[in-house]
């Protein structure tokens, strides 16, 4: 499937930087920990525990702030200091997520951009280069996890938060 070129409208854009981030953080860790807890344990992340990450949408201005803990990603409250802060646009996250585009190249063509622990993005990479199957494939070949699954997932998460 090819992505189009995508131009995000920049009043849609402002919007939503003005708009509470925590909430798209809480439904993107919990993404994470349903889509990937078939493939990478949160324990095999031991370089991330405690550090606080960020993913960022140049284009829509959305950021996305977590950190992993042994059991799970956990959604955070954007704060100051970020341990790692990795930016694109959302198409070529997209297609990073897809594997239409590896990260390489577009690291290479400044479309994605590493601020801070340049270690800890390298090892996000390499995990994320290690999984044989896309991303954003991973519902369609992982385990289905049941709704209510889908629900401990997040409520643990949300504890998490709250005991940080």
Excluded: W
């Excluded at 708009?19 to 990478?40: C, K, M, R």
């Excluded at 290690?130 to 494939?137: G, M």
């Amino acid at each position: 499937m090819k992505i189009p070129q995508i131009i995000f409208p920049a009043p849609l854009a402002k919007l939503f930087s003005v708009l509470p981030q925590y909430p798209h953080s809480v439904l993107f860790t919990g993404f994470l920990n349903a889509a990937l807890s078939a493939h990478i344990r949160p324990r095999d992340l031991q370089p991330l525990h405690g550090k606080q990450v960020c993913i960022r949408m140049r284009d829509t201005r959305i950021e996305f702030h977590f950190s992993v803990t042994p059991t799970a990603f956990v959604a955070r409250r954007r704060t100051l200091h970020l341990d790692l802060t990795i930016s694109a646009d959302a198409r070529d996250f997209l297609l990073l997520g897809l594997r239409q585009e590896d990260a390489d190249t577009l690291f290479f063509n400044r479309r994605l951009t590493m601020e801070g622990d340049t270690e800890l993005g390298l090892f996000v990479k390499n995990t994320l280069d290690a999984l044989e199957i896309p991303v954003l494939d991973i519902f369609r070949h992982g385990p289905k996890a049941t709704h209510k699954e889908d629900k401990n997932i997040l409520k643990s998460s949300l504890q998490e938060d709250y005991r940080a």
